[in-house]
């Protein structure tokens, strides 16, 4: 009976949040879920913001908001330290706690020279990660007209009115949105002439979309390569302050050359060289699409998800993202972590040398 119980709680939920709400109370109130627009390239808030020439992406405002929480972060644990710490110093211990094991027994000796870098990396990572799971994130924004080949709604007040479930939107032409900028400048009777095989009719001048204030840093291609641009000069840095000019052997293996008359595979060693060079630039992009191809997935799929199933299924889809966001943080932390440690070891280049009797 108890079991009965449970599974008629489960489809009663189900019915509520998955079809009452999202398929019946939202369209006939014109508040149904909306389809986002998904651009690769951060959207712009600002050009030539306050005339200094700068331009303003919200993936800009969302990198700052990151750090702004890496920073309170840490001067909120360790401004006040205490014997017997609070909540936000304990947390803190036992973050930096941890990641420093892992450092060390990853990198041994080396670890307190990586370590600062990478949890710094870390933790701004996981907080650029979990940015998109916050309320109002990549939803609440600028509304402005669409442009050219973008899906757009009718705008009701300071709201995109959806009245259809599942409501894709209508793509916009040039004239749509020229049409909609005149009718925005107050200039509604300005005859704005229609694309070939369109006629007046056809044209929408109420065609809006949301240009959200703050998106997931992550999300942002630019970011990410920075990011890996970052964690592979600082394994050069590492390897070159521990092993001097003889680092650059890895690349161009000169000993290889010099014992070539006794060693004659020894050439061998002389062309991996070359390959360790394009190795070295190939781990940017690894770096980089790996943490832009996982947060941008994710992404998107919050967006899809409530748009087909409603406000119950999505909440798996937080937990999924959850999980995500902190194992691409470990991820890029780690992968900085054993490149700079390979770094600062030799490179088992072994002289032969004559033996005198």
């Given at each position: 009976?108890?079991?009965?119980?449970?599974?008629?709680?489960?489809?009663?939920?189900?019915?509520?949040?998955?079809?009452?709400?999202?398929?019946?109370?939202?369209?006939?109130?014109?508040?149904?879920?909306?389809?986002?627009?998904?651009?690769?390239?951060?959207?712009?808030?600002?050009?030539?913001?306050?005339?200094?020439?700068?331009?303003?992406?919200?993936?800009?405002?969302?990198t700052l908001l990151a750090d702004m929480v890496v920073l309170l972060f840490a001067f909120g644990a360790t401004r006040h330290l205490k014997e017997v710490p609070g909540r936000l110093q304990g947390l803190f211990e036992v973050l930096t706690d941890a990641l420093?094991?892992?450092?060390?027994?990853?990198?041994?000796?080396?670890?307190?020279?990586?370590?600062?870098?990478?949890?710094?990396?870390?933790?701004?990572?996981?907080?650029?990660?979990?940015?998109?799971?916050?309320?109002?994130?990549?939803?609440?924004?600028?509304?402005?007209?669409?442009?050219?080949?973008?899906?757009?709604?009718?705008?009701?007040?300071?709201?995109?009115?959806?009245?259809?479930?599942?409501?894709?939107?209508?793509?916009?032409?040039?004239?749509?949105?020229?049409?909609?900028?005149?009718?925005?400048?107050?200039?509604?009777?300005?005859?704005?002439?229609?694309?070939?095989?369109?006629?007046?009719?056809?044209?929408?001048?109420?065609?809006?979309?949301?240009?959200?204030?703050?998106?997931?840093?992550?999300?942002?291609?630019?970011?990410?390569?920075?990011?890996?641009?970052?964690?592979?000069?600082?394994?050069?840095?590492?390897?070159?302050?521990?092993?001097?000019?003889?680092?650059?052997?890895?690349?161009?293996?000169?000993?290889?050359?010099?014992?070539?008359?006794?060693?004659?595979?020894?050439?061998?060693?002389?062309?991996?060289?070359?390959?360790?060079?394009?190795?070295?630039?190939?781990?940017?992009?690894?770096?980089?699409?790996?943490?832009?191809?996982?947060?941008?997935?994710?992404?998107?799929?919050?967006?899809?998800?409530?748009?087909?199933?409603?406000?119950?299924?999505?909440?798996?889809?937080?937990?999924?993202?959850?999980?995500?966001?902190?194992?691409?943080?470990?991820?890029?932390?780690?992968?900085?972590?054993?490149?700079?440690?390979?770094?600062?070891?030799?490179?088992?280049?072994?002289?032969?040398?004559?033996?005198?009797?």
């Open positions: 009976m108890k079991g009965c119980l449970i599974f008629l709680a489960i489809v009663i939920a189900g019915a509520i949040f998955c079809v009452w709400i999202p398929f019946i109370l939202l369209p006939d109130n014109g508040i149904a879920m909306a389809l986002p627009v998904i651009s690769v390239p951060g959207e712009k808030l600002c050009e030539d913001c306050f005339g200094t020439g700068i331009t303003i992406t919200n993936t800009i405002i969302g420093y094991g892992l450092a060390k027994s990853t990198a041994g000796p080396n670890a307190r020279k990586i370590f600062p870098l990478m949890a710094t990396i870390f933790i701004f990572v996981l907080a650029a990660n979990w940015l998109e799971l916050i309320p109002g994130v990549d939803s609440v924004g600028i509304m402005h007209c669409a442009e050219e080949g973008f899906s757009g709604y009718p705008a009701d007040g300071a709201f995109l009115k959806v009245t259809e479930p599942l409501d894709a939107g209508e793509k916009a032409t040039e004239a749509d949105y020229e049409a909609c900028h005149a009718k925005e400048e107050g200039v509604e009777h300005e005859e704005v002439e229609p694309e070939a095989g369109v006629g007046e009719a056809d044209v929408n001048d109420n065609l809006h979309v949301v240009t959200p204030f703050v998106r997931a840093a992550a999300t942002d291609l630019n970011l990410t390569l920075g990011l890996a641009l970052i964690a592979v000069l600082a394994v050069q840095f590492f390897g070159i302050r521990t092993l001097g000019i003889s680092y650059f052997t890895k690349f161009i293996n000169t000993p290889a050359l010099e014992n070539a008359g006794k060693r004659p595979m020894g050439l061998m060693d002389f062309v991996v060289g070359f390959l360790e060079i394009i190795s070295e630039l190939s781990r940017i992009l690894s770096f980089g699409f790996r943490l832009f191809g996982n947060i941008f997935a994710g992404q998107v799929l919050l967006f899809v998800i409530p748009f087909l199933a409603g406000a119950l299924l999505p909440m798996f889809v937080y937990g999924f993202e959850l999980f995500v966001g902190v194992i691409q943080a470990f991820v890029f932390g780690m992968l900085l972590l054993v490149f700079a440690s390979m770094a600062m070891q030799g490179h088992g280049h072994d002289d032969s040398h004559e033996t005198h009797e």
